[in-house]
C-alpha cells in the first residue's frame, strides 16, 4: 500500500510539472489563434465587400463605359485582399499548435477555402472587365459609325436648305428636284442604319450586362454558400463560447485542480500510514 502511494504521489508530481510547462504554450497558443481568427475575419469581410460591389443591382443602370470603369476601379481595390491572404497565412504558420492538430481545425479548412475564393473573385473580376472592354471596344465602333452617318444627314439638309431654289429654266430646277429627292432618300437610308445601329448598341449592352451577371452567378454564387459555412466555422470572439485552444487550458485548468486534489489524498493517506 505504501508504495503504491508513493508511486502515485510520483506520477502526481509529473503530471503538476508537464501542466506548468504546457499551460503556457497553451496560452500562447489562443494568442496567436486569436490573432489568426481576426486576420481571417478581416479577409471574410474584404470578400463579402467585393462579392456585394460584383453582384450589385445598382451596376445595372449604368453605362457600359460607367461599368467597365467600376470594375476597373474595383479590380485595382482587390489587390488589398493580397496582404490580407498573406496575414491569414502568416497567422496560420505562427500558430504554436501540432502540425497535426492545426491540419484538422475547422478554422484552418475555412482559411483556405477563404483563399481559394479570394482567388476565384478576383478572376472573376478580370473576366467581367474583359467582357465589358469587348462590349465598350465595340459600342465605341458603333458610335463612330452613328456620328459620320449624322455629318452626312447634317451635310445632306445644309445643300438641301443653303442652296437657293434654281429659277434660271424648268431644267434646272428639275435637275434640282432631282438632287433633293436624291438626298433625301440617302437621309433617310442613314435614319435607317442610325436607328439599326441603336438597336445593335442596346443588344450589345444587354448581352455584356447578362453575360457578366450570369459569370457572377456562376462564379461567385459558392461564395456565400462557403461564408454561411465559415460563420459556422469561424470561432466566435464573445467571452461565451470560448475558442478550441481557451477550451484546452480549461480543461487543463481543471486537470490541475483535480490533481491537487489527488496530491491531497495522498499526503492523507501517508499521513494515515504512518499514524498506523
Known amino acids: ?33 486569436k490573432k489568426f481568427e481576426i486576420e481571417l475575419r478581416a479577409l471574410q469581410v474584404a470578400l463579402e465587400q467585393a462579392q456585394a460591389t460584383l453582384t450589385s443591382p445598382e451596376l445595372g443602370h449604368l453605362s457600359l463605359k460607367e461599368q467597365l470603369s467600376h470594375r476597373q476601379h474595383l479590380l485595382s481595390e482587390m489587390e488589398s485582399l493580397k496582404p490580407k491572404v498573406h496575414a491569414v497565412q502568416v497567422c496560420q504558420s505562427a500558430l504554436r499548435i501540432p502540425e497535426e492538430v492545426v491540419t484538422g481545425l475547422p478554422i484552418c479548412h475555412s482559411a483556405l477555402r477563404l483563399q481559394e475564393e479570394a482567388s476565384r473573385l478576383q478572376h472573376t473580376a478580370i473576366q467581367q472587365c474583359n467582357i465589358m472592354q469587348e462590349a465598350v471596344v465595340q459600342y465605341e465602333q458603333y458610335e463612330q459609325e452613328m456620328k459620320h452617318l449624322q455629318q452626312m444627314i447634317e451635310s445632306a439638309h445644309h445643300e438641301i436648305q443653303d442652296k437657293p431654289i434654281a429659277t434660271g429654266s424648268i431644267q434646272e430646277l428639275q435637275v434640282q428636284i432631282s438632287r433633293h429627292e436624291e438626298l433625301a432618300q440617302k437621309i433617310k437610308g442613314y435614319q435607317e442604319q ?27 454564387e459558392g461564395l456565400s454558400e462557403g461564408m454561411e459555412e465559415l460563420d459556422s466555422d469561424l470561432l466566435p470572439a464573445h467571452p461565451a463560447h470560448p475558442s478550441v485552444v481557451m477550451m484546452q487550458i480549461q480543461c487543463l485548468f481543471y486537470s490541475c485542480q483535480h490533481v491537487r486534489a489527488n496530491t491531497e489524498k495522498v499526503l492523507n493517506c501517508r499521513n494515515e500510514i504512518k499514524s498506523d
Not at 500500500?1 to 508530481?13: H, I
Not at 442610325?194 to 459569370?215: D, G, Q, R
Open 194 to 220: 442610325i436607328a439599326s445601329l441603336n438597336s445593335k448598341c442596346k443588344m450589345l449592352t444587354m448581352k455584356a450586362k447578362h453575360a457578366t451577371m450570369l459569370l457572377t452567378v456562376t462564379e461567385v
Open 1 to 33: 500500500m505504501s508504495q503504491q502511494v508513493l508511486e502515485l504521489g510520483r506520477r502526481t508530481e509529473e503530471l503538476q510539472q508537464v501542466i506548468k510547462v504546457q499551460l503556457p504554450n497553451l496560452q500562447d497558443a489562443a494568442k496567436d489563434m
